[in-house]
């Protein structure tokens, strides 16, 4: 089972950059890593997914090294509206329902 | 496009009643389906999987059933509900066969035993 990592909880201001990095050590080959947004009382939003090196969307950049233990979800200049919680997915939605894991997530808060 | 729907947006039922969680999709055929429970302040915790009709996993044991009586219809049920089972439900679909297609959540079902 890729079990993931996350900080609980980032601070930062309106007009930074976020990352936020999930450790997946026990990623498995057939593994993508796919990164949610949750707003209080509504259901996740999917952001990005990716299997290796880099991803871009209109939202947000997804990192992931080589050896694929890791991986950093990239915000650019955030504003108010990106204060919710982030949730890494490591896992294979085609394989057994026991490897769809959502760990506590990071909640991350932005100030004025 | 799809859509996924879930309802009541909101249930407060006593201990030992019934319950019946309803989701669908549309705009697509032969989805998976999830059902999960989150509790206040935690993560998602995976309840119940199809990936057709009829066709339920489970890996975690519970006061709690589902069924999929059509394509896209999704249906969370428990005979006599208990105070552990506060929490707030959602269903999520995604493409079948296509190995690590991302989830997609409807809004949920905040549920509160009394």
């Known amino acids: 089972l890729a079990k993931t990592t996350q900080p609980i909880s980032m601070d930062s201001y309106e007009g930074q950059e976020v990352n936020i990095t999930c450790s997946h050590n026990n990623i498995a080959t057939n593994d993508y890593i796919t990164w949610y947004q949750q707003f209080p009382s509504q259901g996740p939003r999917f952001i990005i997914q990716?299997?290796?090196t880099k991803v871009t969307n209109e939202v947000a950049s997804l990192f992931i090294p080589a050896d694929r233990k890791s991986s950093t979800l990239s915000l650019p200049r955030v504003s108010l509206s990106d204060t919710a919680v982030y949730y890494c997915l490591v896992g294979d939605t085609y394989s057994s329902a026991s490897k769809i894991i959502f760990g506590s997530g990071t909640r991350l808060s932005i100030r004025p | 496009s799809q859509t996924i729907h879930q309802w009541p947006a909101t249930l407060v039922q006593p201990v030992g009643s019934p319950l019946s969680l309803e989701c669908t999709v549309e705009?697509?055929?032969?989805?998976?389906l999830y059902w999960y429970r989150q509790a206040a302040g935690r993560g998602l915790q995976l309840l119940f999987y199809?990936?057709?009709?009829?066709?339920i996993s489970s890996e975690v044991p519970q006061n709690l059933s589902a069924s999929r009586p059509q394509d896209r219809q999704f249906i969370l049920s428990s005979k006599k509900l208990l105070l552990s089972d506060s929490g707030f439900y959602l269903c999520a679909w995604s493409v079948r066969g296509d190995r690590n297609q991302p989830q997609h959540f409807g809004d949920g079902t905040r549920l509160s035993i009394l």
């Open positions: 705009g697509t055929s032969n989805p998976n």
């Open positions: 990716g299997y290796k």
């Open positions: 199809s990936v057709g009709i009829g066709q």
